[in-house]
Nanobody
Framework: QVQLVESGGGLVQAGGSLRLSCAASGRSFSSYAMGWFRQAPGKEREFVAAISWSGGSTYYADSVKGRFTIPRDNAKNTVYLQMNSLKPEDTAVYYC?????????WGKGTLVTVSS
């Protein structure tokens, strides 16, 4: 079993930055690929980014490529989502999950609101 807790959401102006954190506990975090997903109001949940267990490979949705990065720190059992150049359309609840692309474990989410 893996428990995931997200933090770092909030209100930011368009063009600003936020860094989300996902702290993991339970079974060996470093053995899991990790992902971030998001769900905007009235829309289905969608994939945002993923990182391999070693951190050597990363994957991004086209909508965030070049603006978001997904580093991880296995020593701290934490994965991050660094979000730059935020747009109003990035407004959503962001979820940490493992392992992508069809996770067994989900956090409860953290809300990101980008104002125009």
């Amino acid at each position: 079993q893996v428990q995931l807790v997200e933090s770092g959401g909030g209100l930011v102006q368009a063009g600003g930055s936020l860094r989300l954190s996902c702290a993991a506990s339970g079974r060996s975090f470093s053995s899991y690929a990790m992902g971030w997903f998001r769900q905007a109001p009235g829309k289905e949940r969608e994939f945002v980014a993923a990182i391999s267990w070693s951190g050597g490979s990363t994957y991004y949705a086209d909508s965030v490529k070049g603006r978001f990065t997904i580093p991880r720190d296995n020593a701290k059992n934490t994965v991050y989502l660094q979000m730059n150049s935020l747009k109003p359309e990035d407004t959503a609840v962001y979820y940490c999950a493992a392992p992508p692309p069809q996770p067994d474990y989900w956090g409860k989410g953290t809300l990101v609101t980008v104002s125009s």
